[in-house]
C-alpha cells in the first residue's frame, strides 16, 4: 500500500499538460481580492476530549501568490474561470479515548498531529456555477508540531485531565499530498436557496480517498460562485452587504490511507499504529453552520460529525469558528 501511494503522487505531479509556467491572465484573469482566514476547531461541543480534539488553519490569498513556484504544479482549470492563488497553514491533533491513561491503548486511535502548508489556486467560474480547486500539501507529522505541550498547556490552564499517552505518539514522517476539489450548482430554487454538488480526490503521505457530496444553502446569501465567501471592496460591486444563512452538507469518502492511524509511509517505527484491516474505508461526514458576513467580514460557526474511522471507534463531533477578511 505505501508503495503504491508513493507511485501514485509522483505519476499525478508529471502528468503533462497540467502545469504553467507564468501566471495565464489572459485566459484566465487573477482575482484582486486579498483575504485573510483563520479557523479554529475543538471537540468542545460534544463536551468530548477524545479522537479529532483541536486543529487550527490560518489562509493567505493574494494575487501575488500566483508567481510562486509551487503554483505550476496546479491545475489551471477552464479557460475563462477567475483565478484565486493562496496558502493555508494547518495543524491538527489526534487522541484515543482516554486520555489520562499512561500507556497505549492497544485497539484505540493512536496519538497524532501534523502541521503542513497547502499551495494552492482555485479556478472560480460564476457564469458556468462552478469550480475547480487543486491543492499541493507539504509538511510533518510527528512530535515536531509540539502537540504533547500544547494540549498539556491547555489542560493545565483549564484545571483540565493531563493528556499522558503523547509518547507513544504516531513518529516524525513527511507529508506530501495533492488534492483536487470540484464543486457545481446543482439547483437554485430562488434567491434564497442552493444545492451544491461536490467531488473531491486526495493522494498522499497522509490522506489518501476520494469522495462525493452536496451541499444545502438557505437564507439571505450570495450565490457561492460569486466569490469566495466575501470580497474586496474593488469586486463588491452590485453584492448586498449583508448574508445571513445557514447550510448542510453531507459527504461519503472511501478511504485509501489515513497517516492519522496507520503512521507514515516512510517512518516505520511507530510506537504503536492500527493495522490496515481495522481502518474503516467508507466514511460519512456531515457539516451545518451559520454564517453572518457584512461587506468584506464573515463569520462563521459550524458543527461536523464523523463516522467510526476505524473497528471498534465511536462516531465523533467537534464544533467549528471561521473568521474570514477581505482586504
Given amino acids: 500500500m505505501r508503495s503504491l501511494l508513493l507511485f501514485l503522487f509522483a505519476?499525478?505531479?508529471a502528468t503533462p499538460g497540467r502545469a504553467q509556467t507564468q501566471p495565464d491572465t489572459t485566459l484566465r484573469p487573477i482575482s484582486p481580492d486579498r483575504l485573510l482566514r483563520y479557523t479554529y476547531a475543538n471537540d468542545f461541543l460534544g463536551r468530548t476530549d477524545y479522537y479529532f480534539t483541536q486543529g487550527m488553519t490560518l489562509t493567505l490569498m493574494l494575487p501575488s501568490l500566483a508567481r510562486l513556484p509551487t503554483q505550476r504544479l496546479l491545475l489551471r482549470g477552464p479557460a475563462g474561470s477567475t483565478q484565486y492563488h493562496g496558502i493555508t497553514l494547518r495543524y491538527d491533533g489526534f487522541t484515543p479515548l482516554r486520555i489520562q491513561d499512561p500507556f497505549i491503548r492497544v485497539g484505540d486511535r493512536p496519538y497524532a498531529s501534523y502541521f503542513y502548508a497547502s499551495f494552492f489556486r482555485v479556478s472560480n467560474q460564476?457564469?458556468?456555477r462552478q469550480r475547480l480547486t487543486s491543492a499541493l500539501e507539504v509538511g510533518f507529522i510527528g512530535p515536531g508540531t509540539f502537540a504533547k505541550e500544547f494540549q498539556q498547556a491547555i489542560h493545565r490552564a483549564t484545571n483540565n485531565p493531563e493528556p499522558r499517552g503523547w509518547?507513544?505518539?504516531?513518529?516524525?514522517d513527511a507529508v506530501l499530498g495533492y488534492r483536487v476539489a470540484y464543486e457545481r450548482q446543482l439547483l437554485a430554487a430562488?434567491?434564497?436557496?442552493?444545492v451544491l454538488g461536490t467531488a473531491e480526490a486526495s493522494v498522499g503521505t497522509l490522506y489518501t480517498y476520494a469522495g462525493a457530496g452536496a451541499q444545502l444553502r438557505l437564507g439571505l446569501l450570495q450565490p457561492y460562485f460569486s466569490s469566495l465567501g466575501v470580497a474586496s471592496a474593488g469586486?463588491?460591486?452590485?453584492?448586498?452587504?449583508w448574508q445571513l444563512y445557514g447550510y448542510s452538507s453531507l459527504q461519503g469518502r472511501l478511504v485509501g490511507y489515513d497517516a492519522t492511524l496507520q503512521g507514515g509511509v516512510f517512518n516505520k517505527s511507530n510506537p504503536y499504529e492500527l493495522p490496515t484491516s481495522a481502518v474503516a474505508r467508507t466514511i460519512l461526514r456531515n457539516t451545518t453552520g451559520l454564517v453572518l458576513a457584512h461587506k468584506g467580514f464573515r463569520l462563521e460557526a459550524n458543527s461536523t460529525w464523523v463516522s467510526p474511522e476505524f473497528d471498534g471507534a465511536r462516531t465523533h463531533r467537534w464544533g467549528q469558528l471561521v473568521v474570514t477578511a477581505a482586504f
Fill in 11 to 13: 505519476l499525478l505531479l
Fill in 126 to 128: 460564476p457564469t458556468r
Fill in 167 to 172: 509518547d507513544y505518539q504516531i513518529g516524525t
Fill in 190 to 194: 430562488s434567491r434564497f436557496v442552493e
Fill in 235 to 241: 469586486s463588491r460591486a452590485g453584492q448586498a452587504q
